[in-house]
C-alpha cells in the first residue's frame, strides 16, 4: 500500500514548454485533487475530481488540465508553461468529501513537485 | 475576511512548553483537519475531527462546532515539532471553486532546544 505517489520531486522547465505531474493512489478513493503552495497564500485548490470521469475546477485553474480515466489516477497537465506557475505542487486525495461521510475519510497528500519555471 | 483563521501566524517556543495553535472558521462544516508540514517536506495528516477532542501521543486536537473553532496543543514541545500547522475545514456544502475543503494559511512553530 504505497498511498499517495507524486512525480516527480523536482522540475525544470522553460517558459512554453509543457509537462504533466503525476498523481496515482492505491486506496480506491473518490477523491482526488491537486493544490499548488505558494508563499503567504497557503494551499489554493487547481482542480479536484470525485471519480473516475468527473473532474471540476478549483480556485486557480488557469493554465492547468487534469482528467480521470481511472480511479487510481489523476495527472496534472500544464499546458504552456509560465514563470508564475513556479510553486510547489501538492496532490491529494480522500475516500469521498461527501460533507455526510466525514468519517474515516482523512486526507493523504503526495509528497510535492518543486515546480520551476524560467 | 477569510473563511479559516489560523492564529498565530508565527509561533517560537523553548523545548518543553506547551503550545496551543487556533483555528476559526466562519462557515458550517462537517469536518476539521489538522496538518503539519515540515520544512521541504509533505504534507502529513494528524487529525480529522468533527466534535469533541483527539490524543495522539503527545499532539490534542479540539473543536467546538458551536464556537466554530478548534485548537491544536502540543504538550513537552521538541524541536523536531517544528514544522508548519494547517488547519482545513471540510465544508457541509458540497461544490464550488473550493471543492469542499477550505485551507487556513498555516501557522509556523519552531521549537528552540
Known amino acids: 500500500n504505497a498511498g499517495v505517489t507524486q512525480t516527480p520531486k523536482f522540475q525544470v522547465l522553460k517558459t512554453g514548454q509543457s509537462m504533466t505531474l503525476q498523481c496515482a493512489q492505491d486506496m480506491n478513493h473518490e477523491y482526488m485533487s491537486w493544490y499548488r503552495q505558494d508563499p503567504g497564500m497557503g494551499l489554493r485548490l487547481i482542480h479536484y475530481s470525485v471519480g473516475a470521469g468527473i473532474t471540476d475546477q478549483g480556485e486557480v485553474p488557469n493554465g492547468y488540465n487534469v482528467s480521470r480515466s481511472t480511479t487510481e489516477d489523476f495527472p496534472l497537465r500544464l499546458l504552456s508553461a509560465a514563470p508564475s506557475q513556479t510553486s510547489v505542487y501538492f496532490c491529494a486525495s480522500s475516500y469521498s468529501m461527501d460533507s455526510h461521510i466525514p468519517y474515516n475519510s482523512p486526507l493523504h497528500f503526495g509528497n510535492g513537485t518543486r515546480l520551476t519555471v524560467t | ?113
Open chain 2, 1 to 113: 475576511k477569510n473563511e479559516v483563521e489560523q492564529s498565530p501566524q508565527n509561533l517560537t517556543a523553548q523545548e518543553g512548553e506547551f503550545i496551543t495553535i487556533n483555528c476559526s472558521y466562519s462557515v458550517g462544516i462537517s469536518a476539521l483537519h489538522w496538518l503539519q508540514q515540515h520544512p521541504g517536506g509533505g504534507i502529513v495528516s494528524l487529525f480529522m475531527l468533527s466534535s469533541g477532542k483527539k490524543k495522539h501521543g503527545r499532539l490534542i486536537a479540539t473543536i467546538n462546532i458551536q464556537e466554530k473553532h478548534s485548537s491544536l496543543h502540543i504538550t513537552a514541545s521538541h524541536p523536531r515539532d517544528s514544522a508548519v500547522y494547517i488547519c482545513a475545514v471540510r465544508r457541509l456544502f458540497y461544490g464550488g471553486s473550493q471543492g469542499n475543503l477550505i485551507f487556513g494559511k498555516g501557522t509556523k512553530l519552531s521549537v528552540k532546544p
